[in-house]
């Protein structure tokens, strides 16, 4: 498996922030969603705040990956949540740079890395089928 070097995106506030330094050394669950995308903001992002609570040796980050014209703000993104208030990190791939790097299929998709940088798995989905792949390879990565 070969180690990612760096993953740059955007915070919501528009600085750059190199994900493999910020969460160096530990496993990292990445969501790569679209606000427009149903099945992201229905199931994923709950999802993924689930396995924040359940995994707390886990880091837990969404990248909002941005296609065609489309543009996004931090307000835009905040209004997804009903408390207003983000549970995990959220960036910006604008372009959908790293969605692209990854080969995502699609919104959601998500990228575990285990604690040095490698794509332990990569789930495309929010349904019933991929949230237990999901669980699967989280027991399994985390047990290791």
């Not at 070097?5 to 530990?26: C, F, M, P, Q, R």
Request: aromatic share 14%.
């Amino acid at each position: 498996m070969e180690e990612i070097k760096h993953i740059t995106v955007t915070t919501l506030d528009g600085k750059a922030t190199d994900l493999i330094k910020e969460y160096k050394n530990k496993p990292l669950l990445i969501l790569f969603y679209n606000n427009q995308c149903l099945g992201c903001t229905g199931r994923a992002i709950p999802l993924a705040y689930q396995f924040l609570k359940e995994y707390p040796e886990l880091s837990i980050v969404a990248i909002h990956s941005t296609f065609g014209n489309q543009k996004i703000s931090k307000q835009d993104i905040l209004d997804v949540f009903t408390t207003k208030e983000i549970p995990f990190p959220i960036y910006l791939d604008q372009h959908h740079k790293w969605f692209d790097f990854f080969k995502c299929e699609g919104t959601p998709h998500w990228i575990l890395l285990n604690n040095k940088a490698q794509i332990f798995r990569s789930f495309y989905g929010s349904q019933e089928n991929s949230q237990n792949r999901l669980y699967y390879a989280l027991e399994e990565l985390l047990s290791i």
